[in-house]
């Protein structure tokens, strides 16, 4: 355990300071899904997507290409945007090329998404 800060206001202790996993582990599981609900709502923007494009995802269908089509772009499109060719976008969507971490960003801003979610969904 970890030696706790403590704050004074004048005289006396007014805050202790300890390591957010050593806090955690003092409070109930239901206060701990209160705070996951809290930080999860704070990180919310906003961004929906239907049904359609998760069961894709978990169906190990190609990020890119379900985020593609989500937002309406040919692959010519996507691919003029990037500065690549189509048939590089048709290899990249087929698993047969990988991205570089440059194109990976340039495509993630392309189609509002993280980096990470250009990644394939594990399949079990």
């Given at each position: 355990?970890?030696?706790?800060?403590?704050?004074?206001?004048?005289?006396?202790?007014?805050?202790?300071?300890?390591?957010?996993?050593?806090?955690?582990?003092?409070i109930d599981?239901?206060?701990?899904?209160?705070?996951?609900?809290?930080?999860?709502?704070?990180?919310?923007?906003?961004?929906?997507?239907?049904?359609?494009?998760?069961?894709?995802?978990?169906?190990?269908?190609?990020?890119?290409?379900?985020?593609?089509?989500?937002?309406e772009l040919?692959?010519?499109?996507?691919?003029?945007?990037?500065?690549?060719?189509?048939?590089?976008?048709?290899?990249?969507?087929?698993?047969?090329?990988?991205?570089?971490?440059k194109l990976?960003?340039?495509?993630?801003?392309?189609?509002?998404?993280?980096?990470?979610?250009?990644?394939?969904?594990?399949?079990?």
């Open positions: 355990m970890t030696k706790p800060q403590i704050i004074y206001q004048g005289d006396e202790p007014a805050f202790v300071v300890v390591p957010y996993a050593e806090w955690l582990a003092t599981e239901d206060q701990a899904d209160e705070i996951a609900l809290e930080q999860a709502l704070a990180a919310d923007d906003g961004t929906r997507y239907p049904q359609e494009v998760i069961t894709r995802l978990m169906d190990g269908e190609s990020p890119i290409r379900i985020y593609r089509e989500f937002h040919t692959q010519e499109q996507l691919a003029e945007k990037a500065g690549v060719t189509k048939v590089y976008i048709g290899q990249l969507e087929r698993g047969e090329r990988n991205m570089s971490p990976r960003a340039k495509v993630a801003i392309i189609l509002d998404v993280d980096n990470d979610d250009l990644t394939p969904w594990a399949q079990d």
